[in-house]
C-alpha cells in the first residue's frame, strides 16, 4: 500500500489561509488523493479528493502536484472549527483500502 | 438517513471475555470497513468488505473476525478481549463498485470499548 507523509502538527491563525502538505511519493496512477479529517471526539468526516486535476469545494480546494507526489490541502480562511486532525490518504482505483496515516494536528488560534 | 450506526457506543469488557460490536448503514453501500484508533493515533484498517459474503484483513486484523451476510450490516467480533483491544472502533461505508478509489468514505461516531 502507497504510504503518505505529513508533518505532525501546524498552527494556523484564525481567518487566514493554511497549507497543509503531503507527501506521497510512492503513489501508483490510479490511486486517488483523499483528505479527511477528525474533530475532537468525532469519527473522521470527509473533505475533499483528487485524482490529478485540482479540486475544489465549499470546505477547501486540493492542489495536486504534476508529477501527483505531493498535494496541498488549503483551508482559505482558517476558523476555530477546523481545528482538527487531517489525514491524508491514498485510496487504490481498484479496491477502495483506504490506509490511514498519523496525520496533522491543525491549531488554530484566535 | 441515518447513514453509518454503531452500537455500543460505550462498552467495559472483562479479559477473555467476547463481544460484537455492530454497525449498520442504509445507503446501500457496497463497501464497508472496521478501524480502531488507539488513544493519540491514528486510524488502523482491521477489516474491510466490498459486497455481501466477501471479507479480507486490513493491517490489524489479529483477535477479530467479521462477517457479511447482509449488504446493511458488518459486524466485528471480539473472541477474547485483551487489554490491547482497548481503543474506539470506528466502523465506515462508501459506494464501492468501478474507480472505488474516489468512493467517500462515511463514518460512524465510534463505539469506545475498555478492556480490563
Known amino acids: 500500500d502507497a504510504k503518505t507523509t505529513q508533518p505532525n502538527s501546524m498552527e494556523s491563525n484564525e481567518e487566514e489561509p493554511v497549507h497543509l502538505p503531503c507527501n506521497h511519493s510512492?503513489?501508483?496512477?490510479?490511486?486517488?488523493i483523499h483528505w479527511y479529517r477528525q474533530l475532537p471526539s468525532q469519527g473522521p468526516e470527509y473533505v475533499i479528493h483528487?485524482?490529478?486535476s485540482n479540486v475544489n469545494n465549499r470546505m477547501a480546494s486540493l492542489a495536486i502536484a504534476e508529477d501527483r507526489k505531493s498535494s496541498t490541502l488549503i483551508l482559505h480562511r482558517a476558523t476555530l472549527r477546523d481545528a482538527a486532525v487531517y489525514y491524508c490518504?491514498?485510496?487504490?482505483?481498484?479496491?477502495?483500502?483506504?490506509?490511514f496515516g498519523q496525520g496533522t494536528t491543525l491549531q488554530v488560534k484566535p | 438517513n441515518a447513514g453509518v450506526t454503531q452500537t455500543p457506543k460505550f462498552r467495559i469488557l472483562k479479559i477473555g471475555q467476547s463481544m460484537t460490536l455492530q454497525c449498520t448503514q442504509d445507503?446501500?453501500?457496497?463497501?464497508m470497513y472496521w478501524y480502531r484508533q488507539d488513544p493519540g493515533m491514528g486510524l488502523k484498517l482491521i477489516y474491510y468488505?466490498?459486497?455481501?459474503?466477501?471479507?479480507d484483513k486490513g493491517e490489524v486484523p489479529n483477535g477479530y473476525n467479521v462477517s457479511r451476510s447482509t449488504t446493511e450490516d458488518f459486524p466485528l467480533r471480539l473472541e477474547l478481549a485483551a487489554p490491547s483491544q482497548t481503543s474506539v472502533y470506528f466502523c465506515?461505508?462508501?459506494?464501492?463498485?468501478?474507480?472505488?478509489?474516489?468512493?467517500?468514505?462515511?463514518f460512524g461516531a465510534g463505539s469506545r470499548l475498555t478492556v480490563l
Open positions: 510512492t503513489i501508483s496512477g490510479t490511486d486517488y
Open positions: 465506515a461505508s462508501s459506494s464501492g463498485g468501478h474507480s472505488s478509489g474516489a468512493n467517500v468514505l462515511t
Open positions: 445507503m446501500n453501500h457496497n463497501y
Open positions: 483528487g485524482l490529478t
Open positions: 468488505s466490498v459486497g455481501a459474503g466477501i471479507t
Open positions: 490518504i491514498l485510496a487504490p482505483g481498484n479496491t477502495g483500502k483506504l490506509i
